[in-house]
């Protein structure tokens, strides 16, 4: 089953933004962490970014750190990613993720619910 909804990708220039979206119908993004992660065409899927909901406090990946953020004006039961001067190295698809008793934790088996994965392409 697929709890959590993604929306946003596509295809951008390198240099480009994008934002994504991930929406949980019927629930409340207000009592759990929610984490993004993307897996590249021939590699393992990695952490990104991730929330605490409780108190806003965010966890980024090294790689992202002052291009990518997690807006503090989310929706209760929508997360977002907004991803600025994207790389081309970083075509891949996209995972939301959602957990109920963890804070925003990096390890992707902390994390019970996921998106279905949304494309992102950026051009060289």
């Known amino acids: 089953q697929v709890v959590l909804v993604e929306s946003g990708g596509g295809l951008v220039q390198a240099g480009g933004s994008l934002r994504l979206s991930c929406a949980a119908p019927g629930r409340t993004f207000s009592s759990y962490a929610a984490g993004w992660f993307r897996q590249a065409p021939g590699k393992e899927r990695e952490f990104v970014a991730a929330i605490t909901r409780s108190v806003g406090s965010t966890n980024y990946a090294d790689s992202v750190k002052g291009r990518f953020t997690i807006p503090g004006d989310n929706a209760k039961n929508t997360v977002y990613l907004q991803m600025n001067n994207l790389k081309h190295e970083e075509t891949a698809v996209y995972y939301c993720?959602?957990?109920?008793?963890?804070?925003?934790?990096?390890?992707?088996?902390?994390?019970?619910?996921w998106g279905q994965g949304n494309q992102v392409t950026v051009s060289s």
């Open positions: 993720a959602a957990t109920n008793y963890y804070g925003a934790t990096s390890n992707q088996n902390d994390y019970a619910y």
